[in-house]
């Protein structure tokens, strides 16, 4: 059975990187409107893998649900792919809702992703000039193949976002060498080094399991050439070094994410102090956790500054607010019921009374729902301090929120649903998240735009009516397949 590393070859680059050091690219969403064509380009395409480094330019390509079947992919192989894929992001109502896409978020305002749904995703990058990847789609069959509904381009914010904090600094190490020992007493705490089936189809996750996928014939037309698969070697893989795609276009309200700031203290200081309670980070980066180790999976010093640390410090959320938006994002250990919750209470939680399984009590349960990052930034970049003002521009920017995970719903959709959209994360009540809540009230009509702030003297300081600072301007689930994958859905032939 063939190790991860040893198979680099067929896993698209962003698997193994953001490809920070090329920071111009552009994200074309396409339809297709001649399958021969397009499989033609799809068949020769190519692809940047996880195996190139040093690379001066990217290509990498995806497809929802809809563009498989325009290729002319089978059902039969379609069938296998998850729930959430197939029905797609904005394809059923309460999805919408779970995600919290509703209001000036619901998909019926989306430019794209909801009525206009695209076929397949490219993404370019390059280091200063898009002219040589741009070379790679001037084919003829390119041009046949494909309309462009959307050309998005991105802008050099690095190393932050547009709110102006420091970004993309907290990303799980993949477990490639499979290092860890599942169910040793060091597996037990929490750690950054997490397995390869939590991103890639076809290895094993973090329950030692396969997620679903399709499963092929071998004697079904170019599946042969496909991986066999490590949980049923008489079968195909199809997903097999793949992984599910989510993107949603986040716009972001600078101007108005730094006026409630500003609004909520009496100087710039204290303004940057609460911007810095509601990120959970300052805004070069460091967190507002002081108490930093070595954990499993963050080896290099800079990383163990960034991210060497766990809540189990700052239990009454004194350092970094419970809801603030890293401790939502990833709660470490922090997502174990704990933090205001009694001695009594811990212990039972800890040594696992009125619970059947202990493991579930012992293993930091944020590990089963890390995603891969790889966004970037769009529009005009507007420092804090000018942001403040009262005459400041009102840019339009925002973040191309891409991931990567193997299980939508358990890995994205989790995140999303219950950490960052919950009003009653850790024992909240009445906030979401204060980067990308949504602020729509809870039946029956319960407020949703506070922020806590826990205080030494034990009074809580509560903010009250904060607006919308994100919103949803298109969306959608795409699967990014290996290599061999991609060949055989270029090789597919359209129904009789």
Known sequence: MPAPAE???????????????????????????DSVAARAWLSTAPITTAAERRVSTVLQVALTVGGMRALGVAETAINGF??????????IEGRSRRLGDIGASAPSGWRWGARQVPDLLVVLCAGSDLTAPRRLIATDDFAKGFQILEELYTTDMRPNEPFGFADGLSQPTVDWQERRRPGT???????????????????????????????????????????????????????????YLVFRELHQDVRGFWRYAAAQASNTAGATALAAAMVGRQIDGRPLIADRRPIAGIAGADDIRQNGFTYDSDPAGLSCPFGAHVRRANPR???????????????????????????????AASRFHRILRRGRAFG????????????????????????????????????????????????????????LGNREPLPPGVATDSFSLPQPNGVTRRLAGMPQF????????????????????AGSRPKA
């Open 7 to 33: 198979e680099l070859r067929d896993i698209q680059g962003l698997l193994h990187s953001g490809y920070g050091n090329l920071p111009r690219a552009c994200l074309l969403l396409l339809r297709v409107v």
């Open 82 to 91: 998850s729930a959430e894929f197939l029905s797609g992001m904005a394809g």
């Open 185 to 243: 007493t060091v597996d037990l705490a929490y750690g950054n080094l997490i397995a390869p089936g939590e991103f890639l189809l076809g290895y094993r996750n973090e329950y030692g399991l396969y997620t679903d996928r399709p499963l092929l014939d071998p004697a079904g037309r170019d599946a042969a050439d496909l991986p066999a698969a490590e949980d049923d070697p008489a079968r195909r893989d199809l997903g097999r070094n793949g992984s």
């Open 333 to 363: 250990t922090g997502d174990m019921p704990g933090g205001r919750q009694g001695l009594i209470s811990r212990l039972n939680r800890t040594l696992g009374f009125f619970h059947p399984d202990l493991r579930e009590d012992l293993i």
């Open 380 to 435: 005009s970049v507007l420092p804090p301090e000018e942001a403040m003002r009262p005459d400041a521009p009102d840019p339009r920017s925002g973040l191309y929120f891409l991931c990567l995970n193997a299980n939508i719903s358990r890995q994205f959709e989790f995140i999303q649903n219950a950490w960052l959209m919950s009003a009653k994360f850790a024992g909240l009540d009445g906030e979401s998240d204060p980067l």
């Open 470 to 489: 994100v919103t949803v301007a298109g969306g959608a689930y795409f699967f990014l397949p290996g290599l061999r994958a991609l060949r055989y859905i």
